[in-house]
């Protein structure tokens, strides 16, 4: 059934050894089960892919079950998002189920439970629930109402199904163990009275279930074999076991779960919550913003599905959980763009270029290749004429050794078209270009064959006629957040890192064969990136969203930002062979620039803490993040900031001691007191290095 054994994930190892124990291939089902409480986004998509992957693989039905059993936070909008996202990314569900459908027959197990000795209804507070449930390392003790007569909690769950009671005032709990080592199992919540309108029941019930008890029971409704979570999951799977045993008939499919290590991705959030507060607080603009990481806003922004599928297909499926890097996936797009998108031109900041020796009025059609990845494409008709746009970048009057590009009295080619030469600029009052005058040469036009046609050159810029541009809003999205970890900082606010530049407006010009193009059609603007037009755009106005650049940007400014940290590191070693204070100076402001231009959180607390340690070129780089960085000492963890000033001060570098000092008088001075009996040992014994200057220090901050 399957290829060779290694090919095969753990889940697929699973279900291989399921079928050759002889588990029947036609009882194999599997389910994707998501919450109507928010859209998908990209973590989801890796569970859709897998379970819909299993069924295809094994030929086996795979239902959309949603989960819909908490009325406050879900919603129709959410159903049909998720709806069209699956088909979207090219899946079709067997059947499509709602926990809903289940509420009588999970209310009529509950029942059952109840008779059995086996649920309860509780009447504590939440607060109370919580403080018997006790803690990971003490048991819990029973509750009040725990031992409660069937008769008493049968008229009692009536009453909450009835809505004779108000939220809050009692719950169904499974009785189970108080004393479990699982918390989860110390008589867990199975129902809470709730008086919300269902978006698909309505007003008819006033309780409803818990997930962990209405999902099992739900899988065995629908006769899933393998159920498959995520991590966080694997603590309920024994509760899982739980609930099923409680009705489980043997002439059926026993459901059994298996937890799989879900998606985590930097630069990014994942948890619904988040997400669901950037919409609510008009931080994006809504849930398909392009900068979510919704399916809807991948989808939007000129994500395909095939290349999500294969991302997801390239991450595969593991135990163990792990960071994936958003270069991956934009890999996954750049590389399937690349081989469908059409290559056009469009200039997003545009300065005028006018060809001085063509002539006036004067207009050619050339030949522009579509997709020189795609032999089918073929070519299309692009106007040229006398006045063109080009980005305002591609122009120096007076160029560097290494600029590629036009300039005074250098030649580059326009691509499609021909060689021009820089000859002269018109600037306005204020000194900016306005005009940039060129000479073509006549004889160089791309692909006639003439020798000057052949001619190399250092550059090829893109272009665009101005008589026959179109102009185009361009909405140039990049990363939401900053840092790599946003929401994984203890004392910082995941929106302390919104990315203020992850949208920028433009006006730009772009080539007349897109003058019809529609929502989700994607181009290649050559040298710019990729780009979709936005479902925003209409008939009289177009608006383009660029989906990814040519090239990982950020992987390169995060490769800068390392080396600069690596390069500072290496000039602190010199800062204690150099002889003069002035040369301490110079190499401590240089290191200082370097700390204060970098940007990437999470780079600087790791700097930070790796050293942390007995080398004094470390504790002295550390003690200059301190100083120079964005990042205070509140942004690091006590403990470390505590290691750091009591090492420094313990330190047999009196510039480490003294660098330690002055941090403290004048960024950390409610720090002083936690170090005062150091810095008294400093005085009263100061090693034999210490420098006046350094006891001048000791003064200033026991005076503090």
């Given at each position: 059934?399957?290829?060779?054994?290694?090919?095969?994930?753990?889940?697929?190892?699973?279900?291989?050894?399921?079928?050759?124990?002889?588990?029947?291939?036609?009882?194999?089902?599997?389910?994707?089960?998501?919450?109507?409480?928010?859209?998908?986004?990209?973590?989801?998509?890796?569970?859709?892919?897998?379970?819909?992957?299993?069924?295809?693989?094994?030929?086996?039905?795979?239902?959309?079950?949603?989960?819909?059993?908490?009325?406050?936070?879900?919603?129709?909008?959410?159903?049909?998002?998720?709806?069209?996202?699956?088909?979207?990314?090219?899946?079709?569900?067997?059947?499509?189920?709602?926990?809903?459908?289940?509420?009588?027959?999970?209310?009529?197990?509950?029942?059952?439970?109840?008779?059995?000795?086996?649920?309860?209804?509780?009447?504590?507070?939440?607060?109370?629930?919580?403080?018997?449930?006790?803690?990971?390392?003490?048991?819990?003790?029973?509750?009040?109402?725990?031992?409660?007569?069937?008769?008493?909690?049968?008229?009692?769950?009536?009453?909450?199904?009835n809505g004779d009671f108000p939220e809050g005032s009692h719950v169904l709990r499974a009785k189970i163990d108080m004393a479990s080592t699982n918390m989860l199992m110390r008589d867990p919540l199975m129902y809470r009275v709730l008086h919300r309108h269902h978006h698909r029941t309505g007003n008819?019930?006033?309780?409803?279930?818990?997930?962990?008890?209405?999902?099992?029971?739900?899988?065995?409704?629908?006769?899933?074999?393998?159920?498959?979570?995520?991590?966080?999951?694997?603590?309920?799977?024994?509760?899982?076991?739980?609930?099923?045993?409680?009705?489980?008939?043997?002439?059926?499919?026993?459901?059994?779960?298996?937890?799989?290590?879900?998606?985590?991705?930097?630069?990014?959030?994942?948890?619904?919550?988040?997400?669901?507060?950037?919409?609510?607080?008009?931080?994006?603009?809504?849930?398909?913003?392009?900068?979510?990481?919704?399916?809807?806003?991948?989808?939007?922004?000129?994500?395909?599905?095939?290349?999500?599928?294969?991302?997801?297909?390239?991450?595969?499926?593991?135990?163990?959980?792990?960071?994936?890097?958003?270069?991956?996936?934009?890999?996954?797009?750049?590389?399937?763009?690349?081989?469908?998108?059409?290559?056009?031109?469009?200039?997003?900041?545009?300065?005028?270029?006018?060809?001085?020796?063509?002539?006036?009025?004067?207009?050619?059609?050339?030949?522009?290749?579509?997709?020189?990845?795609?032999?089918?494409?073929?070519?299309?008709?692009?106007?040229?004429?006398?006045?063109?746009?080009?980005?305002?970048?591609?122009?120096?009057?007076?160029?560097?050794?290494?600029?590629?590009?036009?300039?005074?009295?250098?030649?580059?080619?326009?691509?499609?078209?021909?060689?021009?030469?820089?000859?002269?600029?018109?600037?306005?009052?204020?000194?900016?270009?306005?005009?940039?005058?060129?000479?073509?040469?006549?004889?160089?036009?791309?692909?006639?064959?003439?020798?000057?046609?052949?001619?190399?050159?250092?550059?090829?810029?893109?272009?665009?006629?101005?008589?026959?541009?179109?102009?185009?809003?361009?909405?140039?999205?990049?990363?939401?957040?900053?840092?790599?970890?946003?929401?994984?900082?203890?004392?910082?606010?995941?929106?302390?890192?919104?990315?203020?530049?992850?949208?920028?407006?433009?006006?730009?010009?772009?080539?007349?064969?897109?003058?019809?193009?529609?929502?989700?059609?994607?181009?290649?603007?050559?040298?710019?990136?990729?780009?979709?037009?936005?479902?925003?755009?209409?008939?009289?106005?177009?608006?383009?969203?660029?989906?990814?650049?040519?090239?990982?940007?950020?992987?390169?400014?995060?490769?800068?930002?390392?080396?600069?940290?690596?390069?500072?590191?290496?000039?602190?070693?010199?800062?204690?062979?150099?002889?003069?204070?002035?040369?301490?100076?110079?190499?401590?402001?240089?290191?200082?620039?370097?700390?204060?231009?970098?940007?990437?959180?999470?780079?600087?607390?790791?700097?930070?803490?790796?050293?942390?340690?007995?080398?004094?070129?470390?504790?002295?780089?550390?003690?200059?993040?301190?100083?120079?960085?964005?990042?205070?000492?509140?942004?690091?963890?006590?403990?470390?900031?505590?290691?750091?000033?009591?090492?420094?001060?313990?330190?047999?570098?009196?510039?480490?001691?003294?660098?330690?000092?002055?941090?403290?008088?004048?960024?950390?001075?409610?720090?002083?007191?936690?170090?005062?009996?150091?810095?008294?040992?400093?005085?009263?014994?100061?090693?034999?290095?210490?420098?006046?200057?350094?006891?001048?220090?000791?003064?200033?901050?026991?005076?503090?």
């Amino acid at each position: 059934m399957s290829t060779e054994e290694k090919s095969l994930h753990f889940i697929e190892q699973i279900l291989e050894d399921s079928l050759t124990s002889g588990f029947p291939q036609a009882n194999l089902r599997f389910r994707f089960p998501p919450e109507p409480n928010g859209y998908l986004h990209i973590g989801h998509a890796k569970s859709i892919c897998l379970n819909f992957g299993l069924g295809l693989k094994y030929n086996a039905p795979v239902n959309l079950r949603f989960d819909d059993t908490n009325p406050a936070n879900e919603e129709q909008e959410y159903v049909d998002a998720i709806k069209e996202d699956l088909q979207w990314l090219g899946f079709k569900w067997a059947e499509e189920r709602y926990a809903s459908d289940y509420f009588q027959q999970l209310y009529d197990w509950a029942i059952l439970m109840i008779k059995n000795g086996k649920a309860y209804v509780d009447s504590q507070s939440s607060e109370d629930m919580a403080s018997q449930k006790g803690t990971p390392t003490q048991p819990g003790v029973d509750g009040p109402y725990r031992n409660r007569s069937v008769e008493e909690n049968l008229t009692l769950f009536e009453g909450m199904k009835n809505g004779d009671f108000p939220e809050g005032s009692h719950v169904l709990r499974a009785k189970i163990d108080m004393a479990s080592t699982n918390m989860l199992m110390r008589d867990p919540l199975m129902y809470r009275v709730l008086h919300r309108h269902h978006h698909r029941t309505g007003n008819d019930w006033k309780i409803y279930p818990m997930y962990d008890y209405a999902h099992g029971e739900s899988d065995y409704i629908e006769q899933i074999s393998h159920s498959i979570c995520t991590l966080e999951f694997v603590m309920h799977r024994e509760l899982y076991n739980w609930f099923l045993d409680q009705i489980y008939d043997d002439k059926k499919v026993k459901p059994h779960q298996y937890e799989f290590a879900r998606l985590n991705l930097n630069y990014t959030v994942m948890s619904k919550r988040k997400l669901l507060q950037l919409v609510q607080e008009n931080i994006v603009n809504g849930w398909d913003d392009p900068r979510m990481p919704t399916i809807s806003g991948l989808r939007r922004r000129g994500y395909t599905a095939n290349s999500i599928r294969k991302f997801c297909d390239i991450i595969g499926v593991a135990k163990r959980e792990n960071v994936i890097d958003v270069s991956l996936l934009e890999f996954c797009l750049r590389e399937d763009l690349n081989k469908t998108a059409p290559r056009v031109m469009a200039v997003l900041d545009p300065v005028k270029v006018i060809i001085t020796n063509y002539s006036e009025g004067n207009e050619e059609l050339l030949d522009a290749e579509n997709n020189q990845e795609d032999e089918n494409a073929g070519f299309r008709k692009v106007p040229f004429s006398k006045e063109l746009y080009i980005e305002r970048e591609d122009f120096l009057e007076v160029a560097p050794a290494k600029f590629f590009r036009l300039s005074i009295g250098n030649e580059v080619r326009l691509k499609n078209a021909y060689i021009i030469k820089g000859e002269s600029v018109v600037k306005d009052s204020a000194g900016n270009i306005t005009e940039i005058h060129v000479t073509y040469d006549t004889d160089s036009l791309s692909g006639s064959g003439s020798e000057a046609s052949k001619r190399k050159v250092a550059g090829t810029l893109h272009w665009v006629s101005i008589q026959h541009a179109v102009e185009a809003e361009v909405r140039l999205y990049d990363r939401l957040f900053i840092d790599e970890a946003p929401d994984s900082h203890k004392e910082k606010n995941f929106l302390d890192f919104m990315n203020s530049n992850s949208l920028q407006i433009v006006k730009g010009f772009v080539e007349p064969s897109l003058a019809t193009a529609k929502s989700g059609d994607k181009f290649q603007f050559q040298r710019l990136g990729y780009f979709n037009v936005d479902k925003d755009s209409t008939d009289s106005k177009l608006v383009f969203n660029k989906t990814v650049g040519l090239k990982d940007a950020w992987e390169e400014k995060g490769k800068k930002e390392e080396n600069s940290i690596n390069n500072a590191l290496k000039e602190i070693n010199k800062y204690f062979k150099v002889a003069t204070r002035e040369e301490r100076i110079a190499i401590r402001k240089a290191i200082g620039e370097t700390l204060a231009g970098i940007v990437n959180y999470s780079l600087l607390q790791n700097s930070f803490k790796k050293n942390i340690n007995n080398n004094k070129s470390s504790l002295l780089f550390a003690q200059l993040i301190l100083k120079y960085s964005s990042l205070k000492s509140a942004d690091f963890e006590k403990e470390d900031v505590t290691k750091l000033y009591l090492m420094s001060l313990r330190s047999e570098s009196s510039f480490v001691r003294s660098r330690a000092l002055l941090n403290l008088r004048d960024y950390d001075s409610y720090l002083i007191n936690s170090f005062r009996e150091e810095i008294l040992k400093l005085k009263s014994n100061p090693p034999k290095n210490t420098t006046d200057r350094e006891m001048e220090f000791i003064e200033q901050v026991l005076n503090k």
